[in-house]
Structures are given as C-alpha cells and as structure tokens.
C-alpha cells in the first residue's frame, strides 16, 4: 500500500505534535548507508487518543511492542524499506489487549523510516472472537451453543443483556419463546417471555432495529427487563442460511452504543452460528449430543476431552456435576428439579479440590455416588446453594453459603450452578465452589466498620453534612435535621449556599471550596434554618479527593452559646457603666466626707471661741461678729456639701436576697480571664452554710472584683509557680457573713493599711486611689465593715463582713 | 466614783477631738478625747458619771462595734453618735443597740450641746437609780428566804390569808414575816415596800398551794 495516499496529511513529519489522534511515528535512525543501524536504536512516540488512556512518548521500541511481537516488527522493518507496508502488533504492557496497524509511510535522512499506526484493536478483537468460535469444543448440545452464543455477544458488545427467541407455533404464534440468554450480572431465569410487538416484529421480518428506549418501558409486563437499568434495545433477526426468518436475537443496553455499525457487526457474525443451531434443534427435535460422532470428529473430541481434564482436574476450584437417570421436565417445577436432583442425583463428575471438601483424598471413589448417600448433597453447603437458588426462582447463578462446622468458625462458599437443559428438560448441573470466607470475613468488617460509621455519623451531636463535587448536599445526619429544623427531603439535593444567612464576609459555598484548596479548617460563620431563621454556627470543612470529591461539613449550633456570651457581656458593660457612675459619685462623696470633717472642726471652733468669749469679761463686738460670720459660713458650706451627698445618695441601691457564695461565684466567672492570665492559683472555699444576704449584688461584686483585681496586682512580683489567692466565705458570727480575699503578694505595712483606705491615695501609677474607700463605703451601706488584717503567716488578707438577712424580715 | 460628770470623746480625727474638746470644755464641761475605741476601753471605767460622743467610723473598732460592747454591760452611759456620713441604717443599727443620738457633721454647736446636757441629765438620773437599787438590792440580800417568799408574794397585792395559804403556814407567821421584811427593807409603809419591790423588778414566785 502507498503510505502516501493512504495518509497523505501524515507525511513526513518532522516532529509529531503530541496528542495528534491516532498516530504512531516510529523514528529509526538511520546510518549513511542508510541501512537501520541497529534495532535497539528505534524510538516511537506515541499520542494516543482515541480512548484517552494510551500515551506512549519516546520510547524504546522493544519496549512499546509485547515481547512475543518484537521479532516480527524488527523483520518488518528490516524488509519493508522503500516497499512500504502494514503491520499489526499488540502493544506491551497494560495495553496487551490494544493492537496498533502499523503503516509504513516514508523515510527521511534526518529521522529515518516513519510510520504511521491506528488503532486496529477492534479487528483483533472481532478476529479473536472468531477463532474463539472455531476453537468451541465439538460436539456440544444445541442448548450449550446457544447459551455460549448469547454469552460471547454480551461479552463482547458489552450488552446488559442478550437473549434468543423465537415465535412459539400455533396456536400461540403470537407469543414468543425465550431459547437462551445471558446477562454477565443477572441470573438467568429459563421462562418463557411474551416479548412481542412492533420492533420484535419488525426484526423477525429481517430488520435490524435500535430503540433508544428502555425495554422496561416498552415491555412493562416481562419480568425480565424489570431490574434492568437500559436505555436501548437492539433487535435483530435470525434468519436461515436460505432467508427464512427463525426469530429475533436482543441486546439489551446500559446505554446506546457509541459504535452501532461494530454492535450489528459482532451480531451478524454470531447470529450466523446462532441461526445454524436454532436450525439443527428444529430438525432434530429436542437437544441433544448427538451420541454416533461422526468419524471426522474424533480427533476434536479427544482433544478437548483432554484439554477439558486438564482444567478440571487441575483446578484448584471445587468442581462437580450432578446427573439425574432420566431428563427431569422444567414444567414440574423449578423446586420439584431440585428435589429430585438432590434424592436421586448421581455426582457424574468431580475433582480432587471438591473431594478434599468432603475430607477425601481423591475424587476417584466418589465418582458414581448417590447424592443420597452423600451428606453434603443431602444437608450440607451444596444443597443449600441449590435450593437458595431455586428459592429465588432460579436454576442458575450464583450462591453463597455459609458452613457451620463442629468447634470450627464457620466457612463460607460460594457456588456457581449451571444446569444443562434440553428442550424444556433438566439433564445435568455443573457446579463450581469455592472457599470465600476470607473475602466474606472481609466484607463483614467492612461492613462492621460500615455500620460503626454510619452510627456514629448518625448519634453524632454535630451536624454533619456531605457534600458532592457540585456542593449540593448527599447526605446529612440526624443532628443536622435538628439543627436546620428540616426533615431529609427538604435538604437533600440542596446547594449549600441554601444554609448561607448572607451575612459572611465570605459565602458558605467559597469556604466549602476553601476546604479543597487548604486542607481542613474551622470556622464561625451565620447559618440559616430551613424557615430562614439565621443562627451562630461553628462549621468545619474538610474535603476527600477521593469517591468523587466529597466535601464534609461539621456544624455546631453555637446559639445558645452565644446568647449567654451576650448576656455575659451585657452583665459586665453594666457591671462596667455602675462602677463608673460609682466612682464619680465616691468621688464626689469622698471629696465631700474630706471636707466635711475640717468643715465640723471649723464649726466647733468657732463656735466654742464665740462661747468662750462670751463667757469672759473682754467686750469685743467686732471680734465677736467676725467669729459670727465665720461659724455661719462653715456652716452653710457643711450645707451644700449636704445637699450634694444627699443628691448622690439618692441613687438608690438595687437590694435583693441573695448568697454569699452566689455573688461569689460570678465575680469569678468575672474575673476568670485576669485570673488566667496572672497564673496565679486560686483556691476558693465556700461557706457549706451559704446564708442569705440582702445586698445589691453589682455592687457587692464590685467590690469582690475590686479586691481580687488588687490581689492579683499584690502577687505580680511573687514568682509564677507561687502565686496563691485564697478566698473564702464563712459565717463570722450568726449575724453576718464574712468574705476574706488572701494573697501571698508582698505584704502592706501594718501603717499604711489605714492609707489604703483614704481616699486619693494609690499604690499604683494608674490608680485613683478610689477603689478601696467606694469598696468599704459600699460595704459600709450595707451595713457590713470593710478592712485589712494580715494573716498569721504575712499573707495580706481583706475581709467584709455582710449582715445576714434575718429571716424575719 | 467620779462625780463630775465628763464628756469621753472617741475620735480619730485630731481637728475633731481637739475641736469637740473646746467646744464642750466652752460650757464648762469636763471632756476626754481618745484617738480610738481600743484607747477608750483600756481607760474605762463604768463608774465615770458623764456621756460619751462616739464617732462611727474609726480604724480598728468602729464607734458602732465599741457600742455594741459597751452596750453588753449592765450600765452603760448614753451614747452621742457622730458621723459624717450617716444614713438611716446605721442610724437604725446604732439605735436598737441604745445610742440616745445620731448627729450629722457638721453639727451646730446649740445642738450639740443640747444633746449632751440632756445625756448628762440622764445618766446622772439613772446612775441614781441605780445607787438606789443597789441600796435595796443590798438591803433585800439580808431577808431570809423565808421572809423574800413573804416579801415577794405580799407585794404583788396578795392578802396574807393567801400567802399563808399557799406557803402553808399559818395567818399568824406571815405577819411576823412581814414586819420584819419592813424592817430590814427600812420601809416605813406597805406603799414604800411596794414601790422598793417594782424599782427591783420583783415578781410573785411560782409556788403551789399546799393541800391541807
């Protein structure tokens, strides 16, 4: 062939651009004789798209081409030269089965001899497909072929489905009869099925017709097709060598076939031999092997006794088969052929590996034994398999059973029957089996593992949900439903950007991307119940690049969570707000006390002068009057200093009966993060007796926190791993609480504890130096007492007292 | 016993006490001043006739807790409460343990003084009530027992055909009891015993009637 009319837009490339179709260039180089200089020498570059998967690039040749072609290809090279030419070789590796044509087409000084291939797997396989038919051991019944065919087709069209039928005659002509079928995934089910109408019909008078439609829908009343997930059907017709229409072979598909012309091809090829058999059953009546071989045949049938030894003596696989004396009719029953197979059955056949089952050596002895008179017929796995098999309907398939054994796990095996019929009669039934515990084990613990999953996945306390690559929800559990307030079919199938309140920075569905990108990650994000409701979520995402990309999500509902936030916050800012108001008011309050006792010193003065010099006999009305003025003046600035304390003390206290302990408790919920932050340690003792007090509660907490805060400051300069606050209630007498606030800081001096309480006088650089005095003065408006005493061992300890509230009152 | 009465000035605050001491000592009264409760008990002496001006809040001891001690004796001079910041709690408080008053500061001296005048009045009148009481306390120390039943029953108003009746003893008995229960009281009538029995807070003794 001239490689340059054949493919002409190929010629002499110089470099091949990668992912051309289906090309393959094989560059040899070339020596000045322009001889190939060796073999090894030759490269190919490979860009193959035709199914995606085939990408070869700068390769060795040998390596390329599977061993057993190599020898050839190099001759081909050899020998082809300028003549030009065509080769098929089957390339090496995981594309064993992938055949290239190779074609000749030019050589060039540079790159040496080009090629030029396409893919010619398709050949091969049609080719192989009819050597396999060749090689079908002879003579078989026409049942066997048949079931052979049928099995063959959807091998290789990859049907769902095949079957053969032909039109019953009269008086049920318009019925049709199912001969064989195979179905790679089901179970056949030998009954005869009413699949007849337009496009059956059309086949039968010679028309090869595809439906793209399901064969559910189009024959809604053969069982058959009623688990078969197809959407297309393809009828063709049997026909005789002569033209006489024999029936109709079907092939059912998942999906309609990408190369029809190559599906009708491989039909036609088979439906040859098909019709020939279906032909040779109407002759001869019923099927059977023809028991006189004829002479030619001899040599066929040893052969493939022989191969057929080989293989069942060999295998490692249980095998045996079973054979009644007489043909058992289907039209009794499938159970009935159960029964009689398994009381009057005879094992015709089996091999060391099934006799080992039994706990035998060899097979010899217990070929020829009753089924009767074997147990493992009568109760054991085997019959089991058969009669699960029947159970569902059918005769042939494929059964695991599980053998309980006496001080042994169980086993368990598998079995795959297959009944030999002939015409509507049961003859034999050949039986594979084998030991599938280890698997079975296996898929037990995953399914355990399964099971342990799915349990957690549901009783877990967060939500979870599971998202596909398109982020639409697939899956959620229990806890989610709650949390959203759905039920399953509201969310399911849902985009996740359905759960996004809109009140993120970013969107749900770009943190749910995120988590592809950075890994897992948590975050707060605003959520939405079904009813629109936003609520707090906590989410983390994280995403599997495997099962088709899933994205988790994990939710808690951080609601309530974040309503006692609120209120802790809303309790502090007014804790904050009173204190301020507080310290103004002390402040005011303070300066006013201040000045109140010089004021009343003043007064006193005064005034006692005025009498003393009354009381004398000096006359003095000027010194007299001055006197006069100056008591009347102190005393009007003790006045207003009066009116002012009584405007602050207007601002009533918020008294309410409560614990000790209680206002305890929440100072250092208050607290709580200084506390930390100091590393200091805290040790509390509550009053076991916890009595009740009539207290405002801010500000009795006010001073709590006043003290702690000032304990915490006392303890700066002890080092970390002593620091020690200790604070306590008790009952100081049967009239009043007593709360003590200890700390191991350093200490103050018995002198300046006094200090401490005036106001304006600070230890602190920040300080006002009002704490304490607003502390004791709050005390004090209680009714309690505020100071300091050391305790025995140095530690500084403040204490208050608070009166209990009587029960009385 | 001290017989001039003296004004005791508890106060932390020197311009106060030294103040408060001019003030008083104007009118001619005799003044104390101590810096502290704890001062004033360690010099205390429940005889000193006179009032005590308590400022309520000083370190150590507050005016209301020295009180409240003070309060736990069996006599206790009055007490003038001073504070610079009262309010009515504490008012309340240091009343219910007795204090006569509660003055403001700064205070008008008329007031002041009026206060402490009248608490020297009455610690003057009850210091004699209870001379007196010791007096009849002493005097009904040296009835025999016999003759306290006699006293105690006559003089809550039950004729002495009853006392006998109920200490089982005869008409005659009693009114020997009686006169000499007179006596020794130095009661120169029924009337006086009776008055002398109230002032001792006496009350008729639980005795069963005997069965004759």
């Known amino acids: ?809 | 016993m001290t017989d001039i009465p003296t004004v005791f000035v508890v106060d932390d605050e020197p311009a106060m006490r030294d103040s408060l001491k001019f003030l008083i000592g104007s009118v001619g009264i005799a003044v104390r001043c101590f810096a502290s409760a704890e001062e004033f008990l360690a010099s205390y002496d429940p005889r000193a006739a006179g009032c005590i001006v308590l400022d309520v809040r000083m370190p150590g001891l507050s005016g209301l807790e020295l009180h409240e001690q003070l309060a736990q004796e069996r006599f206790t001079p009055p007490v003038l409460m001073i504070t610079g910041h009262g309010d009515v709690q504490m008012a309340v408080r240091a009343m219910k343990v007795g204090a006569m008053d509660f003055i403001e500061k700064p205070f008008s001296d008329q007031v002041l003084l009026e206060h402490i005048h009248h608490a020297i009045e009455v610690d003057t009148k009850r210091r004699a009530e209870l001379e007196e009481l010791v007096v009849l306390e002493a005097r009904r120390s040296t009835l025999t027992s016999r003759e306290r039943e006699v006293f105690s029953l006559v003089v809550v108003g039950k004729p002495n055909k009853v006392v006998a009746h109920e200490l089982g003893l005869s008409q005659k008995t009693i009114e020997v009891h009686r006169a000499h229960a007179m006596e020794k009281m130095k009661a120169n009538s029924f009337a006086e015993l009776v008055k002398m029995a109230v002032a001792l807070g006496e009350r008729a003794p639980d005795v069963h009637p005997t069965k004759e």
């Open chain 1, 1 to 809: 062939m001239n490689a340059h009319d054949r493919e002409p837009d190929h010629a002499l490339p110089r470099v091949l651009p990668s992912g051309v179709g289906r090309g393959v260039v094989w560059s040899d180089q070339l020596d000045g004789d322009r001889r190939i200089s060796s073999s090894s020498s030759l490269s190919m570059r490979l860009g193959w798209s035709a199914n995606g998967d085939a990408r070869i690039e700068h390769r060795s040749w040998t390596q390329a081409v599977c061993v057993e072609d190599r020898e050839r290809a190099r001759r081909f090279l050899e020998a082809a030269d300028l003549e030009g030419g065509e080769i098929d070789l089957r390339l090496a590796g995981g594309h064993r089965h992938e055949w290239i044509r190779l074609s000749l087409v030019g050589k060039d000084d540079e790159n040496g001899l080009l090629c030029v291939a396409r893919d010619a797997t398709r050949e091969h396989q049609l080719a192989s497909a009819m050597e396999a038919w060749a090689a079908t051991p002879e003579p078989r019944s026409s049942a066997w072929t048949l079931g052979r065919s049928v099995e063959h087709l959807a091998h290789l069209t990859g049907a769902e489905l095949v079957l053969i039928s032909e039109r019953l005659p009269e008086p049920d002509q318009d019925r049709a009869r199912v001969l064989a079928m195979a179905a790679p995934h089901t179970a056949v089910q030998i009954l005869e099925h009413g699949i007849r109408g337009e496009p059956w019909e059309d086949a039968f008078e010679g028309r090869t017709i595809l439906t793209r439609e399901s064969p559910r829908e189009r024959w809604p009343n053969v069982p058959l097709f009623q688990h078969l997930e197809a959407q297309a059907f393809l009828c063709f017709p049997l026909g005789s060598p002569e033209g006489q229409p024999l029936g109709v072979v079907m092939g059912v598909f998942r999906q309609v076939p990408d190369d029809q012309d190559w599906v009708e091809d491989l039909f036609r090829l088979c439906t040859g031999r098909i019709a020939l058999e279906v032909q040779r059953m109407h002759s001869v009546g019923k099927f059977v092997v023809p028991v006189e071989t004829p002479d030619q045949h001899t040599g066929l049938i040893s052969r493939s006794a022989e191969r057929y030894r080989a293989y069942v003596e060999g295998a490692a696989t249980a095998i045996w088969c079973l054979e009644t004396d007489h043909p058992i009719s289907l039209r009794s029953g499938l159970t009935e052929v159960a029964n009689q197979i398994l009381k009057h059955g005879r094992l015709v056949e089996c091999n060391d590996a099934f006799a080992h089952t039994l706990g035998r050596q060899t097979a010899r002895d217990l070929v020829g034994a009753r089924t009767s008179e074997l147990p493992a017929f009568a109760e054991g796995a085997p019959g089991q398999a058969l009669r699960k098999l029947i159970d569902a309907e059918f005769l042939v398939g494929h059964a695991e059973v599980a053998e309980v054994r006496k001080g042994a796990p169980a086993r368990h095996l598998a079995f795959d029957l297959l009944p030999i019929l002939e015409d509507g009669a049961f003859l034999r039934l050949w039986a594979t089996q084998s030991d599938v515990t280890q698997s079975v084990e296996e898929r037990e613990a995953l399914r355990a593992s399964h099971r342990q999953l799915t349990s957690i996945f549901d009783s877990a306390l967060d939500g979870i949900f599971v998202l596909d690559q398109a982020l639409s929800v697939v899956d959620v559990n229990g806890a989610f439903l709650g949390i959203a307030g759905a039920d399953h079919h509201d969310v399911l199938g849902k985009h996740v950007s359905a759960f996004d309140a809109g009140s993120n920075s970013a969107t749900v569905e770009s943190l749910a991307r995120a988590a592809e990108a950075q890994g897992p990650y948590r975050i707060r994000v605003s959520l939405q119940r079904m009813d629109g409701t936003p609520f707090p979520a906590e989410v983390s995402f994280c995403h599997r690049n495997d099962e088709g990309g899933r994205t988790y999500g994990f939710v808690r509902d951080r609601s309530v969570e974040v309503d006692a936030e609120e209120r802790d916050r809303m309790h502090r800012n007014q804790l904050t707000h009173i204190s301020r108001l507080n310290t103004v008011g002390e402040m005011a309050a303070g300066i006013a006390h201040e000045l109140n006792q010089p004021l009343a010193a003043i007064v006193n003065y005064t005034r006692g002068g005025i009498r003393h010099l009354r009381a004398s006999d000096v006359e003095n009305p000027e010194l007299m009057r001055a006197l006069e003025a100056a008591a009347d003046q102190a005393e009007r600035a003790g006045d207003v200093i009066r009116r002012i304390r009584s405007f602050i003390r207007r601002g009533e206290k918020q008294v309410e009966i409560t614990r000790l302990n209680d206002i305890l408790r929440e100072s250092l919920a208050l607290a709580e993060f200084s506390i930390r932050r100091s590393q200091v340690r805290l040790e509390v003792d509550y009053d076991p007796e916890d009595r009740l007090v009539l207290a405002d509660r801010i500000q009795v907490e006010q001073v709590l926190l006043n003290l702690i805060r000032n304990a915490l400051d006392a303890v700066r300069e002890t080092p970390e791993s002593e620091r020690v606050i200790r604070i306590r209630t008790l009952s100081q007498s049967e009239h009043a609480g007593l709360v003590l606030v200890c700390d191991n800081g350093p200490g103050l001096d018995p002198s300046d504890v006094e200090d401490a309480f005036a106001p304006f006088v600070s230890t602190k650089a920040e300080g006002i130096g009002l704490g304490l005095p607003i502390s004791r003065s709050i005390i004090e408006a209680h009714g309690g007492r505020l100071w300091c005493e050391p305790l025995e061992d140095g530690t500084t300890c403040f204490r208050f007292t608070l009166p209990f509230r009587s029960e009385h009152a």
